[in-house]
């Protein structure tokens, strides 16, 4: 069983910053895969970066440049660093683990366990 606890988020003018984080733990956390998606009223949740247990790192291209996704292994602890904000960023942000040494990348359909969520707002 795998619990992720998310924290941060809120309400930022843009081009401000934001840093979510996510606490992992339960049964092979340190060999899964973490990240978060974001979902935005009536759309799809979407892929916006992941990273292994070895530190590899997928973006989505919407965020390329702008993000950075980090993982502290110890804690089980990812990270993710939200720079020149837009109102496009705006939406719910999920942490998310995958299987123990699979890849998630962008692909929610190997993502099996989601945080609650928290809100982004960008105005």
């Known amino acids: 069983h795998v619990q992720l606890v998310e924290s941060g988020g809120g309400s930022v003018q843009a081009g401000g910053s934001l840093r979510l984080s996510c606490a992992g733990s339960?049964?092979?956390?340190?060999?899964?895969?973490m990240g978060w998606f974001r979902q935005v009223p009536g759309g799809e949740r979407e892929g916006v970066a992941t990273?292994?247990?070895?530190?590899?790192?997928t973006y989505a291209d919407s965020v390329k440049g702008r993000f950075t996704i980090s993982r502290d292994g110890g804690k089980n602890t990812v990270y993710l660093q939200m720079n020149s904000l837009n109102t496009e960023d705006t939406a719910t942000y999920y942490c998310?683990?995958?299987?123990?040494?699979?890849?998630?990348?962008?692909?929610?359909?190997?993502?099996?366990?989601w945080g609650q969520g928290t809100q982004v707002t960008v105005s």
């Open positions: 339960g049964h092979y956390i340190s060999a899964r895969d």
């Open positions: 998310v683990a995958g299987k123990p040494y699979r890849r998630v990348e962008l692909s929610k359909s190997e993502v099996t366990t």
């Open positions: 990273i292994s247990s070895g530190g590899s790192i």
